[in-house]
Nanobody, 118 residues
Framework: QVQLVESGGGSVQAGGSLRLSCAVS????????MGWFRQAPGKEREGVAH????????LYGDSVTGRFTISQDNAKNNVYLQMNSLKPEDTAMYYC???????????WGQGTQVTVSS
């Protein structure tokens, strides 16, 4: 059974930092991409950051480049998103994802809320 469980969300003031974690289980090798998406009320879902599990290559959305860092542990079972210099526009529900396609992931977590106040 595939499970992706996010944690680490919360409320922070602008300029602050948060670290999201995703505990992954049951995902097989075909899920080459791990990543994070976000969705704010009334806005389209947005790909935030992705990592190629085999090589560790990372890709970021334009709005978070230079502020967010995605990483994975050595066992490639957990994925993290370090978010620095947070802005109010980063407020959204953040979802951990996995699958063979980067922008169309097969598996999704339940999400964790991030709220940034000005």
């Amino acid at each position: 059974q595939v499970q992706l469980v996010e944690s680490g969300g919360g409320s922070v003031q602008a300029g602050g930092s948060l670290r999201l974690s995703c505990a992954v289980s049951g995902v097989d090798r075909s899920a080459k991409w791990m990543g994070w998406f976000r969705q704010a009320p009334g806005k389209e879902r947005e790909g935030v950051a992705h990592i190629w599990r085999n090589t560790g290559v990372t890709l970021y959305g334009d709005s978070v480049t230079g502020r967010f860092t995605i990483s994975q542990d050595n066992a490639k079972n957990n994925v993290y998103l370090q978010m620095n210099s947070l802005k109010p526009e980063d407020t959204a529900m953040y979802y951990c994802t996995a699958g063979p396609e980067r922008l169309s992931p097969t598996y999704w977590g339940q999400g964790t809320q991030v709220t940034v106040s000005s």
